[in-house]
């Protein structure tokens, strides 16, 4: 009918929850268009928010929920749960004898000795009288040492069931070698105590290092039932989109909407999925961002990258070579470390929610502690009470009064009149104090991202910082002076980059099995079966997500040290079947991967073994991703004036400048903008500072460098 939307389109939706904006990116697949644009989110329900953005982000592109082919999710539910402490009551099982392994943990001490002479380690995910052994046990080879103790496993369930603990992690001695006591465990609570929800280490993690696979399963279990709820929650609703477009017209079956969710490796998962392994999300939202900015770099031709994605609650930052972010399993969430594979993100509390406090001793500080979405920032008007970074970026003229466009409007007299009263505790003049907020800001972001390269022995000054997210760009200038960085580039859009990086995700699982043996003591035999066994898991679970075997694409790879070493070197396994040549080829990838980290390897000294400690397979299912349109570039356009001035400070020793105000979409390729300048679009905002330059390149983004001689 004329004038109603086509339902024969296909709508792909990228769609990003923050802790103050809920972002949402649509791919139109037939033109290969993207629209954009944000809605607040919801803290009390993610999911509101969420549905928001869609209807919102529909209404743009003019597409009827028949549309829908896709929507791919990054959620902090699983993150912020962490964060926040937010643990439900937990039950643990492992084996009789082992109950203390919590409290034990490991020796490490944060920050170093010098710093850390009244450190205690923290409160236990699971206290100890919600601790519980059950008798039997397993060799490090899988072997049964002695049997499960069936009756006095049932005495355990039904113990959590009387006790009302509902939440369960199991983990014994081992059982990444074999699973079978534990399948027997949950078995037996699903006998006695039917209600409960479980999580088994040789499903989550099939690694030794017994603290962290019990950790790791403890975090699982905990962010599960929330977790499961939340999708299960969005599922229901994304059944109202679920018509086809005959549907639409009178007929025809309905489909389910393909729901995905973003894992913390740098893949999705269908959402039908992800309940089962939840903890692979808990850094689902920076994962995505790292990824959009990793793809807009490369094709602009930066290949050595740092990005950095400023949000209303915290700044993630992370490394990017040659097109891809780096990956760790030593990672951690708020106190909790979870040995999953994830992008190797650093976070620090420095969004534009976080909160500026003084502390006992009277100094200034800011974060970790955010205003988040509700009540937000003093300037969001909506009953906040503390002082926030944006509230200093607003009382001194560097972002609009308003959000969005327009479509939230700022009080920036709240924000200025909070700035004073914080300034007059601190004895300071109204604008020393918002500009030292920013300073603080800006050196906790610096430090961040020292922690991705000067830590790992890298030069800051060889990558080129992409800043995105709603705050990201804010500081960029400060950011360059104080760790010299040559270039910063934003982004079209940098507000949404993290849910346009969820349109550019392909489905990932990673499948690991402990296999500990010195190199020359390998069978290749053996070796070659446990690839094949999970090489088998990952293509299984591509076909459960939909794709045919011609399209799997199938990884592999292995955790290698020398012999006595503590952890491992992650090398790339070739294709092919495992031999002794092959094995002397990973061999030499782990000598040169050692290298490259540490600066010296052993590969001449036939005293020093090598030793394989875990075989891992990646199965990756691609999908289609935008294509990002080049421009031509005007060598000589004209820079678009200015649509208005706004008297903005700048430096701390200055003072207010009537400066011009630039619409971003208005600039066109090959456009240059000197500071002092601002640059506003709606999402986000770019203050230009005196010596700094702007220039919109062929892919429209921004690139700033400093002026010719400064």
């Known amino acids: 009918m004329e004038g109603q939307p086509r339902t024969e389109r296909r709508i792909r939706i990228g769609i990003d929850t923050g802790g103050t904006f809920t972002d949402v990116v649509a791919f139109d697949e037939d033109s290969g268009e993207l629209v954009s644009t944000k809605t607040p989110s919801t803290p009390a329900n993610p999911a509101d928010g969420f549905m928001a953005g869609i209807d919102k982000v529909l209404g743009l592109v003019g597409a009827a929920p028949g549309a829908v082919a896709a929507v791919s999710h990054g959620t902090t539910v699983a993150t912020n749960q962490l964060l926040e402490g937010k643990v439900e009551r937990l039950g643990f099982v492992t084996n009789t004898g082992y109950e203390a392994m919590l409290e034990i943990a490991r020796q490490s001490v944060p920050d170093g000795y010098g710093n850390s002479y009244f450190w205690v380690k923290p409160d236990r995910i699971v206290p100890r009288d919600l601790v519980r052994g ?68 040789s499903a989550v993690l099939r690694e030794y290092r017994e603290y962290e696979r019990a950790m790791t399963t403890l975090v699982d279990a905990a962010v599960k039932p929330r977790l499961s709820r939340y999708v299960a929650d969005i599922t229901a609703r994304l059944a109202g989109y679920a018509a086809t477009a005959e549907e639409s017209a009178g007929g025809g079956a309905r489909r389910a909407v393909p729901f995905y969710v973003m894992k913390s490796n740098g893949g999705v998962l269908s959402a039908e999925q992800v309940v089962h392994q939840p903890i692979s999300t808990v850094l689902s939202g920076p994962a995505a961002g790292a990824l959009g900015a990793a793809t807009v770099a490369k094709v602009a031709g930066f290949d050595r990258v740092l990005t950095s994605d400023g949000g209303g609650t915290s700044t993630d930052v992370a490394l990017v070579v040659d097109g891809e972010p780096t990956l760790t399993t030593e990672g951690s969430v708020g106190a909790f470390p979870s040995k999953i594979p994830m992008i190797d993100v650093v976070t620090v509390g420095a969004g534009g929610g976080s909160i500026a406090w003084l502390s006992p001793e009277g100094t200034l500080k800011v974060g970790p502690r955010s205003a988040g979405a509700d009540p937000g920032p003093l300037c969001y008007g909506k009953g906040g009470t503390e002082v926030t970074i944006t509230d200093a970026h607003a009382s001194l003229g560097r972002i609009p009064p308003h959000l969005l466009g327009g479509e939230i409007p700022l009080d920036v007299a709240a924000a200025r009149k909070g700035v004073e009263a914080l300034a007059a505790q601190l004895g300071l003049g109204t604008v020393a104090c918002a500009t030292g907020i920013l300073e603080v800001s800006a050196w906790n972001q610096a430090n961040a991202l020292r922690q991705v390269t000067v830590k790992r022995g890298l030069d800051v000054r060889d990558f080129t910082l992409v800043t995105f997210g709603g705050s990201g760009s804010l500081l960029l200038c400060r950011l360059m002076d104080i760790l010299g960085i040559p270039t910063v580039l934003v982004p079209p859009d940098p507000g949404n980059v993290s849910a346009f990086g ?130 031509a570039v005007q060598p000589t356009a004209p820079t678009t004036a200015p649509r208005s001035v706004r008297s903005v400070w700048f430096d701390a020793e200055g003072g207010y400048d009537e400066t011009p105000v630039h619409w971003r979409p208005d600039l066109a390729p090959g456009a240059v903008v000197a500071g002092p300048a601002v640059i506003e679009e709606f999402g986000s905002t770019v203050p230009l500072h005196p010596g700094f330059v702007a220039r919109v390149d062929e892919f429209l983004n921004i690139v700033v460098t400093r002026e010719a001689g400064r």
């Open 134 to 201: 059950v008798e039997g046990r397993l060799d490090h080879t899988g072997a049964e040492v002695r049997p499960f103790d069936e009756a006095g496993a049932r005495g355990v369930a039904r113990w959590f069931r009387d006790h009302g603990i509902d939440t369960l992690g199991v983990c014994f001695l081992h059982s990444y070698a074999n699973p079978e006591h534990e399948e027997r465990m949950r078995a037996v609570l699903l006998e006695e105590h039917p209600d409960a929800v479980v999580s088994l280490s």
């Open 502 to 631: 969820l349109l550019t995700v392909d489905v990932r699982n990673d499948y690991v099995q402990t296999h500990v043996a010195l190199a020359d003591a390998l069978d290749p035999a053996t070796v070659g079966q446990v690839y094949d066994d999970l090489t088998r898991d990952a293509a299984d679970a591509l076909v459960r997500e939909g794709f045919p075997p011609d399209e799997h694409v199938l990884v592999r790879t292995a955790d290698v040290r020398y012999f006595g070493q503590a952890f491992e070197v992650r090398v790339a396994v070739p294709d092919g079947p495992v031999d002794s040549a092959l094995l002397a080829e990973v061999a030499g990838r782990f000598h040169a991967g050692h290298r490259a980290l540490y600066g010296y390897d052993f590969a001449e000294d036939p005293a020093q073994q090598v030793e394989w400690v875990n075989l891992r397979v990646t199965g990756i299912g691609p999908i289609r991703r935008p294509e990002i349109r080049q421009h």
